[in-house]
């Protein structure tokens, strides 16, 4: 029942947003951001991939990784895959990882791989991904959704909507100053609160 009141309120969100046709410019809406606990927060979860394999959260570990959590249903998350996938291009060498996880049907999912030809890894959750998402602290979680975690694991902030070139570039700089002793957690979380 739980599940069914939560999915109602994505999709009561996701309606909100208005589709678009490529090459239109997007309304800039202002996104939520969630507010950091004094506690550091170290997501940690199992689920699989979009061949039903258990894919761990740590195989990933040494790398900063951005959660991006979508659904083949919502058009903002649509649109944000193509950056996503040149992100993961341009960067993927550079310490950094894309892991989208679908809050979705893994048929569903699976039938839009064929044609998105995602060079990031995917994993598939209904209740269990937004179990995940839900740890950034974020207290009403709609999609696109992507939380930012540093490379020890730890999670620095998130972002509600769809993610644009503009805040992947400043992730980049906030977390390569981290990398470079530039500057410290607490001020990279700070550095992120933009987003």
Not at 13 to 21: E, M, N, S, T
Not at 37 to 45: D, T
Not at 75 to 97: N, V
Not at 153 to 170: A, C, T, V
Request: net charge negative; charged share 20%; proline share 6%.
């Amino acid at each position: 029942m739980g599940f069914i009141a939560l999915m109602a309120g994505v999709l009561f969100y996701a309606a909100r947003i208005p589709v678009q046709a490529p090459g239109a410019v997007s309304p800039v809406m202002p996104p939520v951001v969630a507010e950091q606990s004094q506690q550091a927060v170290h997501p940690s979860f199992q689920l699989p991939d979009i061949e039903g394999s258990q894919r761990d959260f740590s195989e990933w570990g040494g790398k900063h990784r951005l959660l991006n959590f979508w659904a083949t249903w919502c058009a903002p998350c649509r649109r944000e895959i193509p950056l996503l996938k040149a992100f993961q291009d341009e960067h993927g060498d550079d310490g950094f990882q894309i892991i989208g996880i679908a809050v979705d049907f893994p048929e569903d999912v699976a039938r839009y791989a064929e044609s998105a030809e995602f060079n990031y890894p995917i994993l598939v959750g209904q209740e269990d991904a937004m179990a995940i998402a839900e740890t950034s602290g974020v207290d009403f979680i709609g999609m696109p959704f992507t939380m930012i975690v540093a490379a020890d694991g730890e999670l620095l902030n998130s972002h509600m909507g769809e993610i644009h070139q503009e805040d992947l570039e400043h992730i980049v700089k906030v977390l390569t100053m981290l990398d470079n002793g530039e500057i410290d957690k607490e001020s990279a979380r700070k550095g992120l609160d933009f987003l």
